[in-house]
């Protein structure tokens, strides 16, 4: 839940555009008298629901082909994929953070169509990655899988945009768990290289160490960058394990991120449960300005 009275801008999220309900729950006004609500609420549904209707008109698809496949995790259960697609021209694909790409692909005879975060930054020209989970039999995921070096996949156009630049922030935190680590790559990347003031503390959830992707990447991300704080967990740590231990609680958020009276914003991406504990006890413990990417 956001306020909307504080982040305007952030009402455009891809949320509006992939969840018609979405709207409606973001569009509330925290403050004000109950007609000031309501009709900023009108206002907004209209605005969203017009760029919904844009979104349907003008949105693209092109053809990537696929230049690499790398193993971010082996060995798992379900391991993930870093697949790194061409952009032959840098200015039909600009990807903003928390942006997300559909692939549409033809599988056993069926279209197919899956959305996923970009985790490669503005700054790479020439390709895009995508971070891909591979659950068992699954569609897309499997399919990916075994796509060969030099196939083509039908990709919709990036669309969402959180622009945390445009709000005064000085403190963020990330909730993360397995594969949702992939949309806040290009914003900790982003927050790294523009020197601003900005601290960023990060929980992320797994299962096994091995489970953990991007992991040498993260710790020295936090060596060079003093203002980024990483911490792991893991629900089935082995022996060696000297880190958290068991599932994100309410107490580990209250720990773990940055303090409700700092303002800051907060990213959330994991499985559907760990996103749900996240967002109520972050409303308990009095934040406002959070996001489920
Ligand atoms: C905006 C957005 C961004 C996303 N970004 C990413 C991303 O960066 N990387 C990524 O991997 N996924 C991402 N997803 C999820 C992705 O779109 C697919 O839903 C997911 O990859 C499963 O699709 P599939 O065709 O491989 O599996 P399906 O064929 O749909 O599922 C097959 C089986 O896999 C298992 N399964 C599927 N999803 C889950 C799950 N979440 N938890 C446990 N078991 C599951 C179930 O057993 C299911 O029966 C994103 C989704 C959205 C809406």
Known sequence: ??????????????????????????????????????????????????????????????????IERRDLTSGVTNPVILLRFEVP????????????????????????????????????KGFFDLMIKVYPNSKMGTHL????????????????????????VNHIGIISGGVGLAPFVHLIRHVMKSQRNIHIK????????????MHDQLVTWAQEFPNFVVHFILSRPDDSWTGLKGR???????????????????????????NKLAKRSLYDQGHRNYYVV
């Not at 990060?202 to 992707?213: E, G, H, S, V």
């Open 248 to 274: 994100i609680t309410s107490e580990l958020i209250q720990e773990y991120m940055p303090s409700a009276n700092l303002n800051p914003l907060i990213g959330i991406c994991g499985p559907a449960d760990l």
């Open 145 to 168: 899988q075994q796509l060969k070096v030099g196939a083509s996949v039908t990709v919709l156009n990036p669309i969402g945009y959180l622009d945390y630049l445009s709000i005064n």
């Open 89 to 124: 021209d840098s200015t039909k694909f600009e990807n903003k953070i928390f942006d997300s790409v559909g692939v549409s692909q033809r599988v056993n005879g069926r279209m197919v169509n899956r959305y996923y975060s970009v985790a490669s930054s503005a700054e790479d």
């Open 1 to 66: 839940m956001l306020d909307c009275s504080l982040y305007p801008d952030l009402l455009v999220t891809k949320w509006h555009v992939l969840s018609p309900r979405c709207p409606f729950k973001t569009a509330k006004l925290h403050c004000g008298t109950p007609k000031m609500k309501t009709f900023a609420s009108v206002v907004r549904c209209v605005r969203v629901w017009f760029g919904y209707l844009v979104f349907l008109i003008t949105r693209r698809t092109s053809e990537y082909k696929l």
């Open 202 to 213: 990060m929980l992320f959830a797994n299962q096994t160490k091995q489970d953990i992707i």
